[in-house]
Nanobody, 126 residues
Framework: EVQLVESGGGLAQAGGSLRLSCAAS????????IGWFRQAPGKERKGVACISSSDGSTYYEGSVKGRVTISRDNAKNTVYLQMNDRKPEDTAIYYC???????????????????WGRGTQVTVSS
C-alpha cells in the first residue's frame, strides 16, 4: 500500500524559510516521480514542483520559481520542498503525491498523480 506522510508545516512570518518533508513507503520509491501540490482556502489544488525518478530533473510552477527547491533522497525514501522568502499567498495545505501508471489523478508537467498524502498546513503571516 502506498503511503505518503508530509511534515514540516506550521505558522510562520513572511520572509523566512521552511522545509517540508514527504516520507514514502509501500512502493519502489526510486522508480517514481514525486510531486508537491498545494491547496489554498477556497481554491483548487495546484502543482508546485515535481522531481523525476529517471534523472532527478525538477519542474516548478511559475509563481514559485526561484523561491522553491524540490529534492529527493532515495536512500531515505523522502522528498523535500525547501521554500524561501515565504509570502502570505503561500498559505495552503501542502500535499505530496506519487505518479501513477495510468491517466487518473492530478496532471502536472506530463505526469498523472493519483496517490496522495494527507497534507501539512503551512500558514504565512504578513
Amino acid at each position: 500500500e502506498v503511503q505518503l506522510v508530509e511534515s514540516g508545516g506550521g505558522l510562520a512570518q513572511a520572509g523566512g524559510s521552511l522545509r517540508l518533508s514527504c516520507a514514502a513507503s509501500g512502493f519502489t520509491f526510486d522508480d517514481y516521480t514525486i510531486g508537491w501540490f498545494r491547496q489554498a482556502p477556497g481554491k483548487e489544488r495546484k502543482g508546485v514542483a515535481c522531481i523525476s525518478s529517471s534523472d532527478g530533473s525538477t519542474y516548478y510552477e511559475g509563481s514559485v520559481k526561484g523561491r522553491v527547491t524540490i529534492s529527493r533522497d532515495n536512500a531515505k525514501n523522502t522528498v523535500y520542498l525547501q521554500m524561501n522568502d515565504r509570502k502570505p499567498e503561500d498559505t495552503a495545505i501542502y500535499y505530496c503525491a506519487t505518479e501513477g501508471q495510468g491517466y487518473s489523478g492530478t496532471y502536472f508537467y506530463g505526469w498523472f498523480f493519483p496517490s496522495w498524502g494527507r497534507g501539512t498546513q503551512v500558514t504565512v503571516s504578513s
